[in-house]
């Protein structure tokens, strides 16, 4: 198994940036694919990008396109998250996850059994 703890959440004005983070233990962290999600209040989790194990491969939900992006340091066991040009609507809680596979996955929450907790990112306008 894989244990996920995300990091680097807080407080951002909108047009701003935030790098989230989500340190990896447990199984060998190149054996797994890895995805960000989030959900908002009173809404869905929604997926929001994914990666393959050696992150040369990345996959964005639509509206994630061109201002976050997805990376990955094997070396390190992380995962992050760079996002730019913050919207008051990117507020949610954002969760990393991981799934035992070294191929990227389409996004949807079955395919990752493995969950952190999740970190807050509020964007004020």
């Known amino acids: 198994q894989v244990q996920l703890v995300e990091s680097g959440g807080g407080l951002v004005q909108a047009g701003g940036s935030l790098r989230l983070s989500c340190a990896a233990s447990g199984r060998t962290f190149s054996s797994y694919s890895m995805g960000w999600f989030r959900q908002a209040p009173g809404k869905e989790r929604e997926f929001v990008a994914a990666i393959n194990w050696s992150g040369f491969s990345t996959y964005y939900a639509d509206s994630m396109k061109g201002r976050f992006t997805i990376s990955r340091d094997n070396a390190k066991n992380t995962l992050y998250l760079e996002m730019n040009s913050l919207k008051p609507e990117d507020t949610a809680v954002y969760y990393c996850?991981?799934?035992?596979?070294?191929?990227?996955?389409?996004?949807?929450?079955?395919?990752?059994?493995?969950w952190g907790q999740g970190t807050q990112v509020t964007v004020s306008s």
């Open positions: 996850a991981a799934r035992d596979s070294p191929k990227i996955a389409a996004g949807l929450e079955i395919e990752y059994p493995y």
